[in-house]
């Protein structure tokens, strides 16, 4: 795809107007036209690009990689150093495909009724190609600044923060360096085409998988085996999804279920209301309602444990002498992993189970103040762009802000405007039909702009 035709000097597309939401557009099919899936990576190819719509404009930057065809990418555009830095990141990989379960191409940038189609159009190339806009803007319109603004374009989000986020923040982070980031890892709610609400992360649960493991004898497939390891992993399955840990809420999340209260249906408040009562006898119903009727609600409020593997056997008539199941968990940012593994080993409570976790861990927690400068500016252009407010809330995801938070930056997680039917229909993130509407895309731009300038531009 070529690349758009910078407006001549002085005639720069400001934000918001016709001539630079056709650039916005133009650059965020061309990065979405790019297969970054990962594994393998090669984000090289989004970073070509990069390049090549940079050197166009003047703009420099720099190249890091610890793998040559997963490099990230720095642009620093220089303020006057009154204040520090706030850095700007989008992720250029994307979750892998089965391209026969979508309708449009995934990675054809496909516009159609509204929408733009494609792997990566709501995690993430749209914050990708909103920073992209951002430095472009700075540049074609001379904006003087108090604190520098720097773009990193991120390797490797998608499990492999080794070649990503954290390989700079342990060995470049003088690159990266900020008082405050914006990244993914928020978002504004819509549903029934209004917006809800906007949701800032400035926290996210940590993700570690456990392996739960059973040997025993093999045998004949027509002899029953009271001792067979795929009976016990069975058990222990069944138990830790039967198990529900205990309520645990922080700074964040108390918040957002306060302010959440004051803006739901009064059936729904009371249930929010009543999860934030220290008194089990009427929290525990609060509970056990969200995990039925919003189990997103409940995983913020407690540690989860999906089951997502189970690996046994090679044939039908053999009984395996192995039996392991993997779950996907995800912890609190204060959580002690110590404790939490011999409660699991308690709640299974059969000597013949291993349990273990299945990785090191690779997405530090932590959190960031909602006193800072930079939630104040948010709350701000949160109402400016989409008159509603703004909810500090804990991802239940994970994202590199986990990386970048562990070395200083305060770090808020943003993004554009999604519907809450999306999610059902089957066109969300890491969905076969990943979607964004247009006119969100462009408002969400404009929003990271205002977000910017307010935190950055000289006054």
Same mark, same amino acid.
């Given at each position: 795809?070529?690349?758009?035709?910078?407006?001549?000097?002085?005639?720069?597309?400001?934000?918001?107007?016709?001539?630079?939401?056709?650039?916005?557009?133009?650059?965020?099919?061309?990065?979405?036209?790019?297969?970054?899936?990962?594994?393998?990576?090669?984000?090289?190819?989004?970073?070509?690009?990069?390049?090549? +719509?940079? /050197?166009?404009?003047?703009?420099?930057?720099?190249?890091?990689?610890? /793998?040559?065809?997963?490099?990230?990418?720095?642009?620093?555009?220089?303020?006057?150093?009154?204040?520090?830095?706030?850095?700007?990141?989008?992720?250029?990989? +994307?979750?892998?495909?089965?391209?026969?379960?979508?309708?449009?191409?995934?990675?054809?940038g496909t516009v159609d009724g509204g929408y733009v189609y494609g792997r990566g159009t709501v995690d993430d190339k749209d914050n990708l190609v909103a920073a992209l806009m951002l430095v472009l803007h700075i540049k074609r319109a001379?904006?003087?600044?108090?604190?520098d603004v720097i773009l990193l374009a991120e390797a490797g989000e998608e499990g492999a923060p080794d070649v990503g986020a954290q390989f700079m923040?342990?060995?470049?982070?003088?690159?990266?360096?900020?008082?405050?980031?914006?990244?993914?890892?928020?978002? +504004?709610?819509?549903?029934?085409?209004?917006?809800?609400?906007?949701?800032?992360?400035?926290?996210?649960?940590?993700?570690?998988?456990?392996?739960?493991?059973?040997?025993?004898?093999?045998?004949?497939?027509?002899?029953?085996?009271?001792?067979?390891?795929?009976?016990?992993?069975?058990?222990?399955?069944?138990?830790?999804?039967?198990?529900?840990?205990?309520?645990?809420?922080?700074?964040?999340?108390?918040?957002?279920?306060?302010?959440?209260?004051?803006?739901?249906?009064?059936?729904?408040?009371?249930?929010?209301?009543?999860?934030?009562?220290?008194?089990?006898?009427?929290?525990?119903?609060?509970?056990?309602?969200?995990?039925?009727?919003?189990?997103?609600?409940?995983?913020?409020?407690?540690?989860?444990?999906?089951?997502?593997?189970?690996?046994?056997?090679?044939?039908?008539?053999?009984?395996?002498?192995?039996?392991?199941?993997?779950?996907?968990?995800?912890?609190?940012?204060?959580?002690?992993?110590?404790?939490?593994?011999?409660?699991?080993?308690?709640?299974?409570?059969?000597?013949?189970?291993?349990?273990?976790?299945?990785?090191?861990?690779?997405?530090?927690?932590?959190?960031?103040?909602?006193?800072?400068?930079?939630?104040?500016?948010?709350?701000?252009?949160?109402?400016?762009?989409?008159?509603?407010?703004?909810?500090?809330?804990?991802?239940?995801?994970?994202?590199?802000?986990?990386?970048?938070?562990?070395?200083?930056?305060?770090?808020?997680?943003?993004?554009?405007?999604? /519907?809450?039917?999306?999610?059902?229909?089957?066109?969300?993130?890491?969905?076969?039909?990943?979607?964004?509407?247009? /006119?969100?895309?462009?408002?969400?731009?404009?929003?990271?702009?205002? +977000?910017?300038?307010?935190?950055?531009?000289?006054?």
């Open positions: 795809m070529a690349l758009a035709t910078a407006a001549p000097r002085g005639q720069q597309a400001d934000p918001g107007t016709p001539a630079f939401e056709a650039e916005t557009l133009k650059h965020f099919q061309a990065l979405l036209q790019r297969d970054t899936s990962s594994p393998p990576g090669n984000e090289i190819r989004a970073v070509e690009y990069l390049k090549e +719509v940079l /050197d166009a404009e003047g703009i420099p930057y720099q190249v890091f990689a610890k /793998d040559p065809q997963r490099p990230n990418l720095v642009v620093r555009m220089k303020g006057n150093g009154k204040k520090k830095p706030v850095l700007i990141m989008g992720h250029t990989d +994307v979750v892998t495909v089965d391209p026969k379960k979508w309708t449009f191409p995934p990675f054809g001379g904006i003087a600044l108090d604190r923040a342990d060995n470049h982070l003088d690159a990266i360096d900020a008082e405050f980031c914006l990244a993914e890892g928020g978002g +504004v709610v819509r549903s029934g085409g209004k917006v809800r609400q906007a949701n800032i992360g400035t926290t996210e649960k940590e993700p570690r998988p456990v392996e739960i493991i059973v040997t025993g004898p093999a045998g004949h497939g027509s002899v029953p085996n009271q001792n067979s390891a795929v009976l016990a992993v069975s058990a222990a399955v069944t138990k830790v999804g039967q198990w529900k840990p205990p309520l645990r809420l922080n700074e964040t999340t108390a918040s957002y279920f306060k302010r959440l209260a004051t803006m739901a249906e009064p059936a729904v408040a009371q249930q929010y209301r009543a999860l934030l009562n220290p008194d089990p006898k009427v929290h525990g119903p609060a509970e056990d309602w969200m995990l039925v009727n919003e189990p997103g609600h409940w995983s913020m409020t407690h540690t989860s444990l999906v089951p997502t593997i189970i690996t046994t056997g090679f044939r039908y008539n053999v009984i395996p002498s192995e039996a392991k199941a993997t779950f996907d968990v995800r912890l609190h940012p204060d959580e002690n992993q110590d404790t939490f593994l011999e409660q699991l080993r308690k709640v299974i409570n059969d000597p013949k189970v291993e349990v273990r976790w299945a990785r090191d861990r690779y997405r530090p927690a932590g959190g960031s103040k909602l006193t800072t400068e930079a939630y104040t500016v948010l709350e701000a252009m949160v109402k400016k762009h989409y008159d509603t407010v703004a909810l500090p809330t804990m991802g239940t995801g994970a994202t590199d802000m986990s990386n970048i938070r562990a070395k200083g930056p305060q770090c808020y997680g943003i993004g554009p405007a999604t /519907d809450t039917e999306d999610g059902q229909k089957g066109f969300s993130a890491h969905s076969d039909q990943e979607r964004i509407l247009v /006119d969100e895309l462009h408002r969400f731009v404009r929003f990271q702009y205002d +977000v910017v300038m307010e935190l950055a531009r000289t006054k």
